[in-house]
Nanobody
Framework: QVHLVESGGGLVQAGDSLKLSCAAS????????LGWYRQVPGQQREMVAN???????NVADSVKGRFAISRDNAKNMLYLQMNNLKPEDTAVYYC?????????????WGQGTQVTVSS
């Protein structure tokens, strides 16, 4: 079982920065991808940024140039640096790991962390 815990969310003003962290624990045999997603009530969850198994990164157009995803393998941590935040970035942010666990591929989510950006 993979356990993910996000932290770092909060209430900030437009133009501020935040850094989200995701701590991973449990057995992981192979990581297919790591990512950050966000969801606004009443809307579908959307991908913000992800890292593929080969290390390539992908960032949503809406946050390109402002957000950056990174990982620390030694600490089993995933990060999302968010700069120049805008009110439309307000959402619950979720950490995701798509991984092979006990020979089965599984999609794992954290509980989410709220980010609120005031204008």
């Amino acid at each position: 079982q993979v356990h993910l815990v996000e932290s770092g969310g909060g209430l900030v003003q437009a133009g501020d920065s935040l850094k989200l962290s995701c701590a991973a624990s449990g057995r992981i045999d192979f990581i297919y991808s790591l990512g950050w997603y966000r969801q606004v009530p009443g809307q579908q969850r959307e991908m913000v940024a992800n890292i593929a198994s080969g290390g390539s990164t992908n960032v949503a157009d809406s946050v390109k140039g402002r957000f950056a995803i990174s990982r620390d393998n030694a600490k089993n941590m995933l990060y999302l640096q968010m700069n120049n935040l805008k009110p439309e970035d307000t959402a619950v942010y979720y950490c995701n790991i798509n991984a092979l666990v006990y020979s089965r591929r599984s999609n794992n989510w954290g509980q989410g962390t709220q980010v609120t950006v005031s204008s």
